[in-house]
């Protein structure tokens, strides 16, 4: 459980872990400023229009969650209010709502720590709860220690005369999140800062809390310095809170092998580097030895409040138990602009040009390429270890709390079928806007993250979701003494009630290797075998240089086999009405890919620069509707919204509720 101990620690690690799951971001580090010093009018909305503009440009889809025409609203809005001078850190404010506006995480100013810990040093006070939200109820769940009349687990009412969420949803604009769940997850255990950056500095709240007994009542709750808070700590009752930075291996009863790996990342003081992985696989390695030799056949890995890090270690560690071949993602996509481009040559620079290094792939990669175009990054497969193996039952438990590598290390054990998930929904998303950069503001000198990278789960599932496990074990109220979700998640090994879902891979197929070298968005509600059209066309999306519609014609009610040719690849040639996102010559468009859409009798075009002929409808109408959406997702860059039906029965259909938001692009090109 979050406690208001656990600020610092997630000021220092979240950030960093993020980042490290990112694949190929970089810390993001500029000048300090000093405290004192304030940013001219003229600086402020020259760097604000900068920090619009630089977002437009580099971010993969910045009007992935939020319409254009809000987003504009937005930032006049905000630009409108630049009246007077700010500092460094009112500034950072200002433009992280703009950039949190946009409900992508990786798209984000880091807030002011200088200035928070140069305000706690100075013996500064703040918000001294941390509060929990669940649906629609907020609850105290931390920080009560040596306060009368508030207990952990009390609703929470209001605060200074306005609903408890209302009060929290000004701190939460200031959270770069994908979703409110995500949101309340970081607010949680960030509460203090993120209260001192909207709020300022308070003596007092006025709390209104239910308590345990159903009454309501009001406290006066003081504002607490940093001594405040480390006497509330030490006042509060025992409770149970898991060690985020442990590394545990032990047998359990029964059998059952117990693995908490910590931090995908070496964070002990004498560590080479945090991103040396030596002493984690030497860890590693003697924890499955061990296992073994004791005789386990059932293996629980604990990835609850785990921050993340980075894929050279989680991967030795899924190697151990995989029984084929494996990747993190289904699809890896970066869109190029000058800011990736400009943050990967400093990057490739600062290691000597290795030749070897991510960022000399990202470098070749980027070459000749225009900005806005889409580029497939590829990631490689990783074997399996040689034998021995463990080759028992697998389970991962995880959290509200698991963040960036962790939810990948979940989501390859869901989806190829490696284990069983257990515990709470994670808050961070399994496909996400990531691989994060940064460019630096002219005036201020403020760094500016930003994704350039759409990454899929490697089921393809590009909801916007969490890993959502297979059997939900729900989080104890606050101020639990025991481990109690560990507890139930034993019990559930215990009795084989979890063996089932690792039985069924969420993978398009079990011996069906998923392509990285595809552009193409898959479908967000379903995973399955890539239809003929998906296969032959996104085989060369790289050589393509625009995505466009050709025509939504309405298709004849023939038969089956009618249906089966209207499919193909058909020369046509680019004419002025066609619509394209590339600023590429139309004219070096040759050949489009036609897909009838089946069931709704739609046809739509991929323009390429070759053909790919030979595409054949599946026969079924089932597999034909599975193929519709396939082929809908190859218009990328059009954005459209496609409806369609999955049901087996009847030869027209009425479209249904499956919609798939295709995902923008603005170019592609060879």
């Not at 909305?45 to 254009?68: I, K």
């Not at 770069?176 to 949680?188: I, N, P, R, T």
């Not at 159903?214 to 607490?224: C, D, K, Q, T, Y």
């Not at 700590?233 to 060690?243: I, S, T």
């Amino acid at each position: 459980m979050p406690s208001s101990s656990l600020l610092t620690r997630l000021l220092s690690v979240l950030a960093l872990a993020a980042l490290a799951a990112c694949s190929g971001g970089t810390p993001m580090r500029e000048a300090a400023t000093p405290p004192a010093a304030t940013i001219p009018v003229d600086a402020l909305r020259a760097d604000f229009d900068a920090l619009y503009a630089g977002l437009q440009a580099a971010h993969f889809d910045l009007y992935a969650r939020r319409d254009r025409a809000d987003y504009d609203r937005r930032f006049f809005e905000l630009r409108a209010g630049i009246d007077h001078p700010l500092t460094a850190a009112q500034a950072r404010v200002l433009f992280q709502r703009l950039a949190a506006y946009g409900n992508v995480a990786h798209a984000r100013v880091d807030p002011p720590s200088d200035a928070w810990e140069a305000f706690r040093t100075g013996g500064g006070k703040s918000f001294p709860l941390a509060l929990r939200v669940d649906g629609d109820v907020v609850r105290v769940a931390g920080g009560s220690g040596g306060l009368d009349g508030i207990a952990l687990g009390d609703r929470i009412e209001s605060i200074d005369g306005e609903p408890a969420l209302r009060w929290l949803g000004r701190v939460r604009a200031l959270v770069s999140a994908d979703s409110d769940y995500m949101a309340w997850a970081q607010v949680e255990t960030r509460l203090p800062l993120l209260a001192w950056l909207e709020f300022g500095e308070v003596e007092r709240f006025d709390v209104v809390v239910t308590g345990a007994d159903g009454r309501e009542r009001g406290v006066s709750v003081p504002a607490l310095d940093r001594a405040g808070f480390e006497a509330a700590a030490k006042a509060a009752p025992p409770r149970f809170e898991l060690d985020w930075n442990a590394r545990e291996a032990r047998m359990l009863d029964g059998g059952i092998a117990y693995l908490r790996p910590g931090p995908f990342y070496d964070n002990r003081p004498q560590a080479p580097h945090p991103w040396d992985a030596t002493d984690f696989h030497r860890f590693i390695d003697a924890a499955f030895a061990d296992f073994i030799a004791s005789g386990a056949t059932r293996l629980l890995i604990d990835l609850r409040a785990n921050p993340g890090g980075d894929n050279s270690f989680s991967d030795h560690l899924v190697a151990w138990f995989a029984d084929r071949p494996f990747r993190f993602t289904h699809s890896f996509v970066i869109r190029v602009s000058d800011a990736a481009v400009a943050a990967n040559r400093e990057r490739l620079e600062a290691q000597g040009g290795n030749a070897d290094s991510t960022s000399a792939r990202l470098a070749a990669a980027y070459a000749n390429q225009p900005a806005g175009s889409l580029v497939p990054y590829d990631v490689p497969e990783v074997a399996p270890r040689p034998p021995p193996r463990f080759d028992g039952e697998v389970y991962v438990l995880i959290d509200r709390h698991t963040y960036s590598n962790s939810v990948l290390v979940a989501a390859i054990v869901q989806d190829y079928g490696f284990g069983t998930l257990l515990g709470e929904e994670t808050s961070d998303l399994a496909s996400t806007y990531g691989a994060m950069e940064s460019f630096t503001l002219p005036n201020s000198g403020i760094v500016v993250g930003f994704p350039k990278a759409r990454i899929l789960r490697p089921s393809g599932d590009d909801a916007p979701r969490g890993v959502v496990p297979d059997i939900a074990i729900a989080a104890p109220p606050p101020g639990s003494t025991a481990d109690e979700v560990l507890a139930r998640a034993v019990a559930i090994i215990a009795t084989g009630a979890g063996r089932a879902p690792a039985a069924r891979p969420r993978m398009a197929r079990a011996d069906q290797k998923v392509s990285t070298n595809s552009a193409t968005m898959p479908s967000s509600r379903t995973a399955r075998s890539t239809s003929p059209c998906t296969a032959r066309a996104t085989a060369s999306l790289v050589a393509c240089t625009s995505m466009s519609w050709k025509s939504l014609v309405p298709m004849s009610s023939g038969s089956d086999s009618e249906l089966e040719s209207s499919r193909r690849c058909e020369p046509l040639s680019p004419t002025s009405s066609t619509r394209s996102t590339s600023s590429i010559d139309s004219t070096r468009l040759s050949t489009a890919c036609t897909c009838a859409l089946g069931p709704v009798r739609r046809k739509r075009t991929v323009r390429m620069r070759r053909p790919q002929c030979g595409v054949a409808t599946p026969a079924s109408s089932e597999s034909r509707a599975a193929s519709l959406l396939d082929c809908a997702m190859l218009l990328s860059a059009t954005k459209p919204t496609i409806r369609c039906s999955r049901s087996t029965t009847g030869r027209r259909r009425t479209p249904s509720s499956a919609i798939l938001r295709a995902t923008s692009a603005t170019s592609w090109s060879s």
